[in-house]
């Protein structure tokens, strides 16, 4: 009878796997969130904007506590950036007004990345402990968890572009090209770099076809509908700004340190390039005896952050740490054989979002990591089925200390983002439901 029952639950499991890999991401995000979840990070701006939407503006027209990093021009108040993350959030502010819980949003919104990055492992591995393993890595071994648990502006417009990204991995693999390019196009619309990554479908569909005209059969609709996103972006900047090509950066209220770099030497420029590459790749956190150069040093242009990390603020360093060292299963990457015909689109569209981002003037702030990860983790994870066959103790270890990192960037992001201990925050918690009780 115990054996009827395993088999019956394992195979409810097997059917219902999306649902239920988003419902243990949900549960996970949700503990993680704490008691905030129901309530709004300091800066819960696309709420706002949605709000205003709805009133059909594209200037705030009741503002959040914090005004941090919005634009103020003529006298207006904008957010920066695109609207995806605004159109998401429409149909719960509609039903919950400006006070809904940009938190909770993040919560959703990753659990729903972590459900369909499963849906996209299960068309690239076919050994179903494997999509499992890689699963996990992402949901909790990524700075994916603590993105998806603090709320905050920045935070919910990547794990909302990385929606979109996986969406458009997945529709490329499977030669749809409309839903490609308004994939792409919704995820540029969140977070613009995305946009390079046009890169993985032209390859994508020259590798399969290789003629001239289903080569244009395929990418012309992507081109369109990916067109049609910058078409947006241009009338959103005409709205706002009365200059199509004009992002409204030059206009943000937020660090003085960002401010002041950008006004020295643009949003974009190579000579940020040496401190992104370090910071992405090799940045380690701050320890007496280093024998790689000092990070604060290799971006000398940026002030070094003032901000801790509470308990275990001397050692990461809040301005970025190396992706290897946050995530070790990456390094799982450098397996993948070339010619599997993704490895090259996955590399190209890495490469073609990584590009503009280490010419970027920040390299993410205060952050446990590389936040920017996001922008480009699918491709990494597409990588990753073509290098990990199966899972062995290697492989295992590796995931395991992702998992050990990721929860300790959580904690510390979380007492970054609302200055409470994670641990303490519960103990209270319990403290405060006993003596209601008793």
């Known amino acids: 009878m115990y054996t009827d029952f395993r088999m019956k639950l394992a195979d409810i499991l097997r059917r219902n796997a999306v649902l239920f890999v988003f419902l243990s991401a949900f549960a996970v995000y949700g503990l993680s969130a704490g008691v905030k979840i129901t309530q709004q990070s300091k800066t819960p701006q696309y709420v706002y904007l949605a709000y205003s ?66 849906s996209l492992l299960c068309k690239l591995v076919e050994n179903s402990s494997t999509r499992i393993w890689l699963t996990a890595l992402f949901a909790f071994g990524t700075v994916h968890w603590w993105l998806s648990s603090v709320g905050s502006v920045w935070f919910n417009a990547q794990v909302a572009a990385l929606l979109f990204m996986i969406l458009y991995a997945r529709d490329a693999i499977q030669n749809k090209p409309w839903l490609a390019g308004l994939w792409l196009g919704l995820a540029f619309l969140a977070r613009p770099p995305t946009i390079f990554s046009a890169l993985f479908y032209l390859l994508v569909v020259v590798l399969r076809e290789r003629a001239i005209q289903p080569i244009l059969k395929k990418m012309i609709p992507f081109g369109m509908m990916l067109a049609a996103s910058v078409a947006v972006m241009l009338g959103y900047n005409q709205l706002r700004f009365g200059d199509p090509l004009d992002f409204g950066y030059s206009y943000v209220r937020g660090s003085n340190a960002l401010i002041q770099t950008f006004a020295r030497s643009g949003g974009f420029n190579p000579r940020y390039m ?16 280093n024998p790689l150069p000092d990070v604060n040093a290799v971006c000398s242009y940026l002030e070094p952050i003032s901000h801790d990390f509470g308990k275990l603020s001397t050692f990461f360093n809040p301005l970025g740490m190396s992706i290897f060292l946050t995530t070790p299963a990456f390094l799982l990457i450098l397996r993948a054989k070339r010619r599997d015909e993704l490895i090259i689109p996955a ?33 990494l994870f597409i990588l990753l089925a073509s290098a990990v066959k199966e899972i062995r103790w290697v492989e ?9 990192m990721g929860a300790t960037g959580m904690y510390l992001m979380y007492y970054m983002t609302f200055g409470l201990v994670w641990t303490e925050m519960f103990v209270d918690l319990a403290r405060k439901v006993y003596h209601f009780i008793f």
């Open 53 to 118: 939407f709805l009133r059909g503006h594209t200037d705030l027209v009741v503002l959040p506590e914090s005004t941090y990093d919005l634009i103020l021009f003529e006298d207006k108040w904008y957010v920066p950036g695109g609207i995806t993350p605004a159109l998401l959030s429409l149909p719960f502010v509609l039903l919950f007004g400006k006070t809904f819980s940009d938190v909770l949003f993040g919560v959703l919104i990753g659990a729903v990345n972590a459900a369909l990055m499963y």
């Open 274 to 289: 040496p401190c992104n590459i370090y910071v992405s790749l090799f940045g380690a956190p701050n320890m007496a005896v």
């Open 347 to 379: 590399w190209a569209g890495m490469i073609g979002i990584l590009i503009p981002l280490w010419m970027y003037h920040a390299t993410g702030w205060v952050q446990f990591g590389y936040r920017y990860t996001t922008d480009f983790i699918v491709f």
């Open 396 to 404: 295992k270890s590796l995931i395991g200390l992702s998992v050990l």
